[in-house]
């Protein structure tokens, strides 16, 4: 297998795996399987192939795709069905068998932004960092939980297992609107932290109702 067939359509025909089991619901074991696909990646080193093959039943626009990964020392044929770039039916459908190297180098994939690959890494090294910093070994679940919610929309720190909210407000265990106190007597900030508050509390017991669902059946009739 050769980098230049990437962006090819090819077909691809598979020796049978070793053992004697089948990949395919397709094929019997022993079977050589054929596929069919555009070759989207090659790693040399692993000697993986990957071939994308369009779903049917779906309009160009939403086109998707089978993406199958395939080790190259499992290849025993490889037929070119088009090298032409263009979709003209009448070029469709050419076949030829093809050696390493016979291909033009022009069919490859476009070239990675690395630096921006290495940005989008950082950016998110960085806000798991803020994440796990953020977490309180101390707290319940509950109070993590809650914790969580608040944060995404105004800031929060942990003290002890209080957490203080725009620096201005503090809520104790067990974390509910009770137990919101102002740090500094504005009262717009508490009731604005309140009412954020009682609404992710509510949201918190939406999602854990179903989880809880069974505990709350009634208990089976005595018996006689």
Known sequence: ???????????????????????????????????????YAYDDRAQLVTVCTPSTGHAPQHQQYHVRIIRASRIGEVVVLDDSGCADENLFGRERRVVDGALSERWTLPAVNLSSALAREDWRLQREEERYRKRNRQASALGQAVFDALDKTLPCTWQGV???????????????????????????????????????????????????????AAPPAPSN
């Open 162 to 216: 209080d957490i203080v909210v725009l620096d201005a407000v503090r809520i104790c265990e067990p974390y509910d609107e009770a137990h919101a106190a102002s740090l500094d007597g504005n009262e717009a900030t508490l009731q604005r932290v309140v009412e954020v508050l009682r609404k992710q509390l509510s949201q918190l017991r939406e999602s854990a109702a179903p989880a809880q669902a069974p505990l709350s």
């Open 1 to 39: 297998m050769s980098a230049t067939l990437l962006g090819l359509t090819v077909r691809l025909t598979l020796d049978p795996v070793a053992g004697g089991s089948s990949t395919s619901a397709t094929t019997f074991p022993g079977e050589r399987e054929v596929v069919e696909g555009v070759i």
